[in-house]
């Protein structure tokens, strides 16, 4: 079976299933799988072999093209924190003399050397046109589980390889994973804060905005297709809701403030801090900028809204008892109750996409580091450790991995660890400083 994935640049790929593709036949079949458990804080890596793929066509560009695709698609499943990515130096196998299928593996050469889980690959290239055929293989249990052929244009590579870590990670985990999401976030590169977007793993950062000015807080539509972000650029802190598509913008600017905005999952509608009435009050308002409705009304300030991904509850900071805290609020029957109680200054919630957990800033030791609290407010963790501020936590659209900025190496820099605090490693290295990171939901593009 054969479907084209169409893309709005424009780009084909062409994928056929190869043998055994995933959860519905083994389910069929009367088996399941559960290779990766995410929920697990104790989860282990699955040592996983990437060797070379087998060259069909001879050249040295091929030969280059091909280790590039390969070494790609090991970083990018190894970003995932599921895997121990094998050392090719131990292998007992050479791509150029051996089959990739089942029946041409010697799986006993794999589990040897430890590997539980295999991939083999075949490159062709033809002028500017590529063929892959990747595979996946159970080396336990010695057969295939996956198999995908991917054809396209040679500057097409990466978005193939992502095609199937996707499938990988979707087969071992039954989750859709983070290879079709992006990040944006503000740099200061420009000599002025600015916002950037770039891809899952810090790849092809892009600036987007050109306002000479404070911009903050972006925040994506659930589509992928807007963002919102706070800008002074009129002379004082709007709101802009900016197309990707068309790169036109709305813009609200009520008397007073207009801040923090996010958008509501699966709607074009927002939360925004709008200070027009005194207070610093959190408005639901349509992505065209007009007021629904006031959502909270208390002394003191409300801000920094942050949606359950039913779209029907909001966490938000608020210093109505003092120092602030974090509060949630129910928007079918107005409810509101306080989150944290641990700590004076908790600030910048993050709800998870699963929906059982929030993630904040707490500060610790004068510094502010990452927490995530249970949604009910049962057993706040204390996810970073360093010195330096560890803030402006942002959940991958899975909820595995979280991405935050830090000053433990001096100037601020974009983060990504894992759900559980752990594989922190630096994002991307830009001039100047980078913060306010946001995870979008999945975008194909």
Known sequence: MTKRLHAATGWMLAMVFLGMLGA??????GETYQYIDIRNPFLRKIPLAVPLFKNLTNGAREDDNSRKAVDF????????GYFKILDRGGFLFDPQKSGVSAADITFQNWTVVGAELLTTGTYGQTGDNVEMELRLFDTIKGRQILGKRYSGNVSETRKMILRFCAEVVFYLTGNQGIFNSRIAFVSTGSGKKEIYTCDFDGYNPTRLTYNDSISLFPSWSFDGQHIAYTSYKGGKPDIYIRSLADKRETVISNE??????????????????????????????????????????????????????????IAFVSNRTGGPQIYVLDLDTGNERRLTFEGKYNTQPSWSPRGDKIAYSSQVGGFQQVFVIGADGQNPVQLTNT????????????????????TREGPSRLYVMTAFGTDQRRLLLLNGEQTNPKWSSGIFN
Do not use: C
């Not at 519905?24 to 079949?29: L, V």
């Open 256 to 313: 007073g403030m207009n801040i923090t905005p996010v958008f509501m999952p699966n709607r074009f509608e927002l939360a925004a801090t709008q200070s027009f009435s005194g207070d610093q009050e959190i408005y639901l308002l349509t992505g065209t900028g007009k007021m629904i409705k006031k959502l909270t009304n208390s002394r003191g300030s409300d801000v920094a809204p942050t949606w359950a991904p039913d779209g029907r509850k």
């Open 73 to 80: 698609m090991a970083s990018s499943l190894d970003f995932t």
């Open 24 to 29: 519905a036949n083994a389910q069929q079949s």
């Open 387 to 406: 010195g330096g501020d560890n803030e402006s936590a942002s959940w991958s659209p899975d909820g595995s991995l979280i991405v935050f900025n830090s």
